[in-house]
T-cell receptor, first 106, second 115 residues
Framework: KNEVEQSPQNLTAQEGEFITINCSYSVGISALHWLQQHPGGGIVSLFM???GKKKHGRLIATINIQEKHSSLHITASHPRDSAVYICAADTDKLIFGTGTRLQVFP | SAVISQKPSRDICQRGTSLTIQCQVD?????MFWYRQQPGQSLTLIATANQGSEATYESGFVIDKFPISRPNLTFSTLTVSNMSPEDSSIYLC????????????FGPGTRLTVT
């Protein structure tokens, strides 16, 4: 069993839909990262969370430390949100989930 | 935030040759890391690049195959030696520890194809 599990693996949505990506982990962490990877490989750090909730524009990330679970939400999704979203548990190194491939269609 | 650049952005190399990838951060950072992302896979940590000392390698990666340098707090190189087609991957540099933050920043990646 992977130490960091993401679901779903693939997700398609119509523009404007509310999207949720889930991440569960089984290790002790100092923080949890949400990353966005566009075609071509470039990675952008979206959030680093150690508790509660963070919001940046249309993106919201939450974490429940007791349940070892985090979610990334995208409100009013747009085709430019199409990317792979990766969660990573920060132990003494980053342990990555397998990613969620999101496609948003107009 | 930190801006990380990598050179080259992509390369096609012949089997048996070596390629050195450069990573430059626009600010001094505590930690620099090298990752590999094989096609369809998530990221795998190759090593932590330590300033002024030998890199710390993860299980399955060795210095002879992936020599790493880190001469100062803003620059690191990763060499992929004696390449084979199995080394075809995206190689990413990342940095952490800007101004005592644990935020991690990633470079744009180097797409390597070995023929």
């Amino acid at each position: 069993k992977n130490e960091v599990e993401q679901s779903p693996q693939n997700l398609t949505a119509q523009e404007g839909e509310f999207i949720t990506i889930n991440c569960s982990y089984s290790v002790g962490i100092s923080a949890l990262h949400w990353l966005q990877q566009h075609p071509g490989g470039g990675i952008v750090s979206l959030f680093m969370l150690s508790s509660g909730k963070k919001k940046h524009g249309r993106l919201i990330a939450t974490i429940n430390i007791q349940e070892k679970h985090s979610s990334l939400h995208i409100t009013a999704s747009h085709p430019r949100d199409s990317a792979v979203y990766i969660c990573a548990a920060d132990t003494d190194k980053l342990i990555f989930g397998t990613g969620t491939r999101l496609q948003v269609f107009p | 935030s930190a801006v990380i650049s990598q050179k080259p952005s992509r390369d096609i190399c012949q089997r048996g040759t070596s390629l050195t990838i450069q990573c430059q951060v626009d600010s001094q950072v505590t930690m620099m890391f090298w990752y590999r992302q094989q096609p369809g896979q998530s990221l795998t940590l190759i090593a932590t690049a330590n300033q002024g000392s030998e890199a710390t390698y993860e299980s399955g990666f060795v210095i002879d195959k992936f020599p790493i340098s880190r001469p100062n707090l803003t620059f690191s190189t990763l060499t992929v030696s004696n390449m084979s087609p199995e080394d075809s991957s995206i190689y990413l540099c990342s940095a952490q520890g800007l101004a005592d933050s644990y935020e991690q920043y990633f470079g744009p990646g180097t797409r390597l194809t070995v023929t």
